[in-house]
Nanobody, 125 residues
Framework: QVQLVESGGGLVQAGGSQRLSCRSS????????MGWFRQAPGKEREFVAA????????YYADSVKGRFTISRDNAKNTVYLQMNSLEPEDTAVYYC??????????????????WGQGTQVTVSS
């Protein structure tokens, strides 16, 4: 069993920045692919970013490319999402998740097996 705990959400003004953290209890974290997803009210959960076990392997949704950065610190069992130039359209509950073995970098929620509880990010205009 893997527990993922997100933190760092809150209210921010448009154009501002915020960093989300997700700490994993998994013993295989250093070789796990990890991802961030988000879900806005009335919308489906959507892919935001993913990172492989190698920190130079990253993937982004087109909507956040150039504004968001995913990173990881294997010594701390933690994955981060640095969000810059935030827009009201980024308002959502953000979830981190662990990719199923062999699905590192996937864009599809079904290919992730453990999820955090989510953290709300609200961007005011």
């Amino acid at each position: 069993q893997v527990q993922l705990v997100e933190s760092g959400g809150g209210l921010v003004q448009a154009g501002g920045s915020q960093r989300l953290s997700c700490r994993s209890s998994g013993r295989t974290f250093s070789t796990d692919g990890m991802g961030w997803f988000r879900q806005a009210p009335g919308k489906e959960r959507e892919f935001v970013a993913a990172i492989g076990w190698r920190t130079d392997t990253t993937y982004y949704a087109d909507s956040v490319k150039g504004r968001f950065t995913i990173s990881r610190d294997n010594a701390k069992n933690t994955v981060y999402l640095q969000m810059n130039s935030l827009e009201p359209e980024d308002t959502a509950v953000y979830y981190c998740a662990r990719a199923r073995p062999g699905y590192s970098g996937s864009y599809f929620p079904a290919e992730y097996d453990y999820w955090g509880q989510g953290t709300q990010v609200t961007v005011s205009s």
